[in-house]
């Protein structure tokens, strides 16, 4: 059974900054594309950026020069660096597993001042 375990997420002021990490079980992790995605209230999952084995990355138009997707192979980890947050980045980010459709219990994201 694969095990997507995320962290990091929290409590941070808009236009600052913070870094989710989403561990995986299981074995080949390098083999696999990975995804994070949020869910705000009220409103649908929504794909945020994706990494494919190969390093090549996907962002939504929403993130995109602000979001930074990685990953490190050798720690089974997936991050999703956050930086110039707004208010409306404001969800769940879960993490997920493309192939197998293995999903993170999510960590809560807040911008607020």
Do not use: H
């Not at 990953?71 to 192939?99: G, I």
Request: with cysteine; net charge positive.
């Amino acid at each position: 059974q694969v095990q997507l375990v995320e962290s990091g997420g929290g409590l941070v002021q808009p236009g600052g900054s913070l870094r989710l990490s989403c561990a995986a079980s299981g074995s080949l992790f390098r083999l696999y594309v990975m995804d994070w995605y949020r869910q705000a209230p009220g409103k649908q999952r929504e794909l945020v950026a994706s990494i494919t084995s190969g390093g090549s990355t996907y962002y939504a138009d929403s993130v995109k020069g602000r979001f930074t997707i990685s990953r490190d192979n050798a720690k089974n980890t997936v991050y999703l660096q956050m930086n110039s947050l707004k208010p409306e980045d404001t969800a769940v980010y879960y993490c997920k597993r493309r192939l197998g459709d293995y999903w993170g219990q999510g960590t809560q994201v807040t911008v607020s001042s």
